[in-house]
Structures are given as structure tokens and as C-alpha cells.
């Protein structure tokens, strides 16, 4: 069973409420986050829950995104130690997390068919640090395809950045899957390392 986060377990009834992601970010407190992470994993166990759609992490680029408030700031940096205190502490309740939206969601307006033109230079030292601590350092079980496209190719069919960075790379061995609706072609996502299309086989 799964259940949204980042800032608490969402469903299947009330749930402790945590700070949004860049106020527990603006503390700079990593063992904060770990106990933050724990008490949501507490809370995901008591209801059943064993895969946490969180935490966010993507990076605060743009001013307009609707959830901005999700994400640990604009500094990779910290943003990465945050994500290895929060999701450590979920992980170990005996939940999975599920660290989100890989990559470069910076839009929730049009957010299918936002294109988003990165050189590697700019993903490297900007986008992709605090995705490469979650799965790296906290071994993170889950990782989230976002909906919009990275240079030309939706994230779920974005071969580059799914099998060659984040599996070959990183060494990623948990479960790849698509955001609600994110998949777009069925085979060429599975074809460039997708392995869960959520919320059913469209």
C-alpha cells in the first residue's frame, strides 16, 4: 500500500502534519530531519502503508511552482543532507521512501508537456546531487519519474537519466516508477528503465 507524503501520510485517514520541506530545510538540522522522517514512518506503519510518496527534492528554481513549499530549498547541498536525514529515518520504520520528482520538475502549470532544456553541467551540479545522496547514501527504495520532459524526452522514457545515470551510474536497484499518469508510451517507458507505471497498466 502506498500513501502520499511528503509532509505527513496523507491518506487513509489523520496523520501527524509536518513542516513543509523548505522550512524543515531552513533549520539545517539533519538529525532533525532523520526524527521528522521517523515519526512520518511511525505514522505510514500504522496505517498499513509501506511505500512513502516522498520526500520531494526537487530544487527551487523557479518562483512560480506550485510546490516549491514541498522541496528542501534551492541548494543542492543542503537540500541532499536533508533528504538523507528524512529519508533514513522513514526507511527505518520499515517503510519505503520514495524520493520525487526525478528530474528537473520545476512546473506544476503545464506540467505533461513542459520541456525542460539542461545541459549535463547544470544537472550535474544543480538537479541531480540530492537524488544521487538519496539513492547513494540512503539507499532510497523508491524513486518517482516526473511528468514533464528533460531535453525532448518525458521523464519516463528518458533513457539517458533512467537506465545509464540512475541505475547504471548511481547503481540504483529499488523500483523506478512513474508519477500518477506519467506514462505516456507503455513500451519505450519499460524500454528505458521504468519498471512500475502508476497508478494502473494504461
Known sequence: QMADGPMGVRNYGPATAMAAGVNLAATWDTSLARRVGEQIGRDARAKGVYFLLGPGVNIYRAPMNGRNFEYFGEDPFLASRIAVGYIDGVQSAGVSA????????????????????IDERTMRE??????????KEAHVGAVMDS???????????????????????????GV??????????????????LDLEMPSGA
Do not use: C
Open 98 to 117: 520514495t524520493v520525487k520528482h526525478f528530474m528537473g520538475n520545476n512546473s506544476e502549470y503545464a506540467r505533461h508537456t513542459t520541456n525542460d532544456i
Open 126 to 135: 544543480i538537479y541531480l546531487p540530492t537524488f544521487e545522496a538519496a539513492v
Open 147 to 173: 511528468y514533464n520532459l528533460v531535453n525532448g524526452a518525458h521523464m519516463t522514457q528518458n533513457s539517458f537519466l533512467n537506465s545509464e545515470v540512475l541505475k547504471k551510474e548511481w547503481g540504483f536497484r
Open 176 to 193: 523506478l516508477m512513474s508519477d500518477w499518469f506519467a506514462t505516456y508510451d507503455g513500451v519505450a517507458a519499460a524500454n528505458s528503465g
